[in-house]
């Protein structure tokens, strides 16, 4: 009986690993893509926090910063990832409310004579858990 538990123990986790390892790939897939898009996208986690943002978004951030300071005075383009997704939105823009965001909300602001528009849409789990949301610049 102890070789057959320990053998079905192992089925099980040879089965754990194998779902683990789809799962990791499919992830490095699309983590990807979202770096290599050429549209300036970021993710923030459900308390409003910038947890990704590709390369498209950090440079536009960037060579825009000196005008997007005159509104934003604490913006470093370089250290998105971790700011809180309000601190990117201004001129009069309510960012998302990440926790309960039900559709794409669309807003567009000027910010030091710049004119931005974001479009937030929320990112769900399959169990209608709310993850935060998806913002294209």
Request: proline letters at 7%; aromatic letters at 2%; charged letters at 15%.
């Amino acid at each position: 009986r102890v070789l057959a538990g320990l053998g079905e123990m192992q089925s099980r986790l040879k089965a754990q690993i194998e779902r683990d390892h789809a799962a990791a790939a499919e992830n490095a897939r699309i983590r990807t893509a979202l770096d290599t898009v050429s549209a300036p996208v970021l993710l923030a986690d459900a308390r409003g926090h910038v947890i990704y943002a590709n390369a498209a978004v950090a440079a536009m951030f960037a060579a825009r910063a000196a005008e997007l300071r005159a509104a934003l005075p604490a913006l470093d383009p370089a250290t998105l990832v971790g700011a809180p997704l309000a601190a990117l939105y201004g001129g009069g823009a309510a960012p998302p409310d990440c926790a309960t965001l039900a559709g794409p909300q669309s807003a567009e602001m000027t910010l030091g004579g710049v004119v931005l528009k974001a479009i937030a849409s929320p990112v769900v789990a399959p169990d209608g858990a709310r993850l935060g949301v998806a913002v294209q610049w």
